[in-house]
């Protein structure tokens, strides 16, 4: 049995998979708000109760996901947007609060591991899971481990700027990371309504863009054009640098239908090579990814 608990800032969601993936319990509670003592009797809690629900012996190890990374030279939380979590070390923390071995990992990465391991990119060699949402994430997998990187940070390519920017991309978008022109500042949810409003002056939603442009809508068509240009050429530089089997997108926009028939054919001006046979697929457990690769830290011998 492998237990599994995706720590959100809202939700905290946990889960025990039987060894051939099939979910023996699943349990959803409400993070506490800025709570960090609140939060470790959270996960403490819905550890044990899981265990309960499954009807299963005690299962010693725990995979957790959560926002932000351990710091390689303190252990600490940094880069959290739960920012109560930042500056503590969680894993000690948890550790004497669960009575279990612990490994964390960047909630990306382990929905990154999820889809390699039996999701959209299981068979295939190196996967490189997206998040496209809120925020813009990603992890990379090869031979079933992810590759977290000496800092820590492997798969954080939305913090890279945007590459081949255009005129029409000026100026460039300020990132909450501080910096100007990150791939997420442009592919993030709030990023794509913000380039719309910049450009039509219309204030819509994301679902309503999407809706408008399949309606017809030219403004919202132009919108979602350069929404997966910029996609392309991000993708373009991930595939000339680590050359993935698979990309697997995940995040609510990548529900987007379009995106799968449209971004493709756009490769192939960005990709240094005259075959593209990456694969760009749509995640197969969804939402659910993040919690499964939560569950997968331990017997893919990754995480902390």
């Known amino acids: 049995m492998r237990l599994g608990i995706d720590l959100g800032g809202t939700k905290t969601e946990g889960l025990v998979l039987a060894s051939d993936g099939s979910e023996r319990a699943r349990l959803r ?4 708000y800025d709570d960090y ?3 470790i009797r959270t996960v403490a809690d819905l550890a044990d109760e899981l265990e309960a629900e499954a009807s299963t012996e005690r299962i010693p190890e725990v995979g957790i996901g959560m926002p932000g990374s351990l710091s390689p030279q303190t252990g600490l939380v940094r880069n959290s ?3 109560c979590l930042n500056g503590h070390d969680i894993h000690a923390d948890l550790t004497r609060a669960t009575g279990r071995k612990i ?4 909630d990306a990465n382990c929905f990154a591991l999820s889809e390699a391991s039996d999701g959209a990119g299981s068979g295939a060699r190196c996967v490189f899971s997206v998040i496209l949402g809120t925020g813009v994430g990603g992890g990379l997998v090869f031979d079933g481990a992810l590759i977290e990187g000496r800092n820590l940070i492997g798969g954080e390519w939305g913090h890279n700027p945007l590459p081949g920017p255009e005129v029409i991309e000026a100026p460039l978008p300020v990132c909450y990371c501080g910096r100007a022109g990150c791939i997420e500042a442009y592919l993030s949810g709030p990023g794509l309504v913000g380039d719309h409003t910049q450009h039509t002056g219309e204030c819509l939603g994301t679902a309503e863009i999407v809706a408008a442009a399949a309606s017809g809508h030219l403004p919202a068509i132009t919108t979602m054009a350069r929404y997966e240009g910029r996609l392309a050429r991000a993708l373009a530089s991930v595939i000339n640098l680590v050359d993935p089997d698979v ?3 995940g995040g609510g926009l990548s529900n987007i239908a379009r995106l799968y028939d449209n971004v493709p054919p756009l490769l192939d001006g960005p990709v240094f090579s005259d075959v593209i046979e990456t694969r760009i697929l749509p995640a197969r457990h969804g939402d659910s990814s993040g919690v499964r690769g939560a569950a997968w830290l331990w017997p893919q011998g990754s995480g902390c």
Do not use: C, E, M, Q
Not at 29 to 32: F, G, K, N, Y
Not at 103 to 106: H, Q, S
């Open 29 to 32: 509670v409400a993070t506490p």
């Open 247 to 249: 990309i697997v997108l």
């Open 37 to 39: 003592d609140g939060i």
């Open 103 to 106: 490994r964390l990992a960047n």
């Open 81 to 83: 947007n739960s920012t």
